[in-house]
């Protein structure tokens, strides 16, 4: 996503990208990281 580690961690913990904490790291799936792109998605005119 080219972002900050702190960045990724902000969407995690406000929700908008999905992840699951085991131990203290975090996972996230492709297909949420995806779908958090495509929902995001802002076309420049």
């Given at each position: 996503m080219r972002v900050s580690n702190m960045?990724?961690?902000r969407l995690i913990k406000s929700?908008?990208?999905k992840a699951v904490q085991v131990g203290n790291?975090?996972?996230v799936k492709e297909e949420d990281v995806h779908?958090?792109?495509d929902d995001h998605y802002v076309?420049?005119?």
């Open positions: 960045t990724v961690y929700g908008s990208l790291r975090y996972r779908q958090y792109l076309r420049a005119v």
